[in-house]
């Protein structure tokens, strides 16, 4: 196919579409608390990096976390360091990779295909919901996604301009700077998935030739240079690291049972169909005929079309294979998707109705995205996102904090915590590796930093010794936490909602390791009515 030159006129509206289309996706960045525990998670890492100036290692609770590498921390607390720690700034790295996807998507059309095309695909994209809300969600998956499509579409356009004689060297320099940054993003998916694209790509379009661009030393040296400086930091530091992260976090976390959200094979169609509607229905809608209608000429698939059903294929079956699902593993598929939707639906939309359907079908679509925004607000909210301390009380330096047989992801962040806590809980092997959850997180964890585990991970039982202390010391829990731990009762209860509750003791000098022995009405918890 021969790409079709971009002029200049023109090239103001196309970034003011472009700025547009970030400003939408911006919109509701910061209408609702972090969802946990994915988002309080990840923005926790952070706040954390933040407040250590440790930039190098990613910390939950204060211990290495490596199940992902670290550009999303990088970002977000870059983000944090300017505007303060708000969810918005915490959300930021997953806006700016929706927003590289999509304007890598427009990029590429505008170039190969047109104007109008690269304008209708971006607007499906960026209006659909599935993609809307994950532009919006604090983890790693929008992320990744848009280096994944960036990296994509920059090596076929590297690829097209070889094949034709023109300047084909920067886009593939671009094409290896977003796989590394792809590998940064989430590991190996941001090398993996790209190459298998491009693969199936070169062999369905019948250009096999154009892989030799893949041994471009370059591009090599390049990615090595922005991704590789982490990795050997790590593996020099911890050595460990390769094992954990590589073996166990990609190989058997992919080839193994006993993760959460199980589900079967084809799982990600309806995800797909269901979360990008109304855009998903031209999918249908474009195959029917009105009554009496001759049938269309069948239109031969060009390169374009061919990427696309490539790149479709390559994302969903790689991700359909292994058991654990995540919905937003599948967020890369969304720009062939949103394209294969913008190019039936042009065809299909002819006439004044088929451009008022198409009008209302956008519409319609924007008032899902802010519907499931809103939706994803009264869902998705934990309990600790609305427990705030009281307005003349906040955990200060050198205040001890526990939290009780729970990890609270979101606390630290809310409540500025400036020091990682104390987690009281069960920490046997046995017990800590049996679910995929919070305690198998800093059970993990704790490998690579022993001596700060023993300090940040203790069990329940030793807690009411060490908080008879001098100093201040703070207790967070569920709400009937009196119940395995009845030394609560003899702390001031400071706040408390239906799921959780906080508790205080002001330690004095002297003070046996008794102190908490007796129980009291002060750490009860009311029967009725809370705190506003």
């Known amino acids: 196919m021969t790409a079709a030159p971009v002029r200049p006129r ?23 608390p972090l969802t946990s525990p994915d988002e309080g998670r990840y923005a926790g890492v952070a706040y954390a990096m933040l407040q250590s100036g440790d930039w190098l290692v990613p910390r939950l609770n204060g211990l290495p976390f ?86 994509v579409l920059a090596a076929a356009d590297a690829a097209l301009a070889w094949e034709s004689g023109r300047p084909w060297r920067g886009a593939l320099a671009l094409a290896f700077a977003c796989a590394a940054l792809g590998l940064l993003a989430k590991g190996l998916i941001g090398v993996v998935l790209p190459a298998g694209v491009l693969v199936l790509w070169a062999i ?134 949103a394209t294969g939707i913008a190019r039936l639906a042009a065809r299909a939309a002819t006439g004044p109705a088929g451009r008022r359907l198409l009008g209302a079908t956008a519409g319609a679509a924007t008032l899902a995205c802010l519907g499931s925004v809103v939706l994803a607000a009264r869902l998705g909210t934990p309990p600790d996102a609305s427990l705030r301390l009281p307005a003349d009380q906040a ?12 990890y609270f992801y979101e606390l630290p962040f809310y409540w500025r915590m400036p020091a990682p806590v104390v987690v009281a809980a069960d920490w046997r092997p046995a017990v800590a590796q ?4 919070w305690r198998k997180e800093l059970a993990d964890a704790a ?24 100093g201040r010391s703070w207790v967070v829990g569920p709400s009937n936490a009196q119940l395995f731990a009845p030394w609560v009762l003899g702390m001031t209860l ?11 003791h002001d330690g004095r000098p002297g003070e046996g390791a008794d102190c908490l022995s007796h129980s009291g009405a002060a750490g009860a918890i009311p029967r009725v009515g809370a705190p506003a």
């Open 66 to 151: 490596f199940h992902k590498p670290p550009l999303f921390y990088w970002i977000g607390a870059a983000a944090m360091a300017v505007a303060g720690p708000h969810p918005w700034a915490a959300r930021l790295p997953s806006l700016l990779g929706a927003w590289l996807a999509a304007g890598a998507l427009f990029g590429f059309l505008r170039r190969h295909a047109s104007r109008a095309q690269a304008r209708l695909a971006t607007a499906v994209l960026c209006s659909a919901p599935f993609f809307y809300v994950g532009a919006q969600f604090a983890n790693l998956d929008m992320l990744v996604a848009g280096c994944i499509g960036a990296c």
């Open 204 to 337: 369905a379009s019948r250009r096999p030739r154009v892989l030799r661009l893949a041994a471009w030393w370059p591009g090599w040296l390049l990615l090595l240079a922005v991704a590789g400086p982490w990795f050997v930091a790590m593996q020099r530091r911890f050595p460990d690291f390769f094992d954990y992260f590589v073996v166990t976090q990609h190989f058997r976390r992919f080839a193994a049972g006993g993760f959460n959200n199980q589900h079967p094979f084809w799982f990600y169609l309806p995800v797909l169909l269901g979360l990008c509607l109304p855009w998903s229905a031209w999918l249908l809608a474009a195959r029917r005929r009105p009554a009496g209608a001759p049938e269309p000429a069948r239109r031969r698939l060009d390169d374009v079309d061919l990427l696309m059903l490539a790149w479709g294929v390559v994302v969903v079956l790689f991700f359909s294979l292994p058991r654990s699902k995540l919905i937003g593993y599948v967020l890369p598929a969304l720009p062939p998707l």
């Open 494 to 504: 400071v706040t408390f909602n239906a799921h959780m509750a906080v508790w205080r």
């Open 395 to 406: 955990v200060a330096p050198g205040d001890r904090v526990v939290m009780l047989d729970q």
């Open 434 to 437: 049996a679910s995929d959850n």
């Open 447 to 470: 490998r690579f930093d022993p001596e700060a585990a023993a300090r940040l991970l203790q069990p329940i039982e030793a807690q009411p010794a060490a908080l008879c202390a001098a």
């Open 10 to 32: 023109g090239a103001r509206g196309d970034a003011a579409f472009l700025l547009l289309a970030a400003l939408w996706l911006a919109v509701s960045i910061g209408w609702r």
